[in-house]
């Protein structure tokens, strides 16, 4: 089973930026998405940021980060980059890289993860 790992997080000011990194071990993945998980949330409350289908390069965004947050994934399909721009306080969260079946319906991005990472700490002060 891939495995993932999340860096990148910290602590920022409100308006500034950030940038999150999933490398995973897997030699290749169907789709990669991030989740983000609030203070007091709990998992099954985790809030789908972004996703990204590996193969056709589609994407998704929630409604609270388009045009502020993008999603990326190199060459090799070994590593999914979330560019974090600015930032707001309630973009503070638990941040959490996630892998799975993806596919585009209607021209919507679905994607079922399977295997997740252990986080990364995103905090944002106003």
């Known amino acids: 089973q891939a495995q993932l790992m999340e860096s990148g997080g910290a602590s920022v000011q409100a308006g500034g930026s950030l940038d999150l990194t999933c490398a995973t071990s897997?030699?290749?993945?169907?789709?990669m998405a991030w989740f983000r998980q609030g203070p007091g949330k709990e998992r099954q409350e985790r809030e789908p940021?972004?996703?990204?289908?590996?193969?056709?390069?589609?994407?998704f965004y929630g409604d609270s980060v388009k045009g502020r947050f993008t999603i990326s994934q190199d060459n090799f399909k070994t590593a999914v980059y979330l560019k974090m721009n600015n930032l707001r306080p309630e973009d503070t969260g638990m941040y959490y890289c996630?892998?799975?079946?993806?596919?585009?319906?209607?021209?919507?991005?679905?994607?079922?993860?399977?295997?997740w990472g252990q986080g990364t700490q995103v905090t944002v002060s106003s």
């Open positions: 940021v972004a996703a990204i289908c590996a193969g056709s390069g589609d994407t």
């Open positions: 897997a030699n290749s993945y169907s789709g």
């Open positions: 996630a892998t799975g079946n993806c596919s585009v319906v209607g021209g919507v991005v679905h994607l079922t993860p399977s295997t």
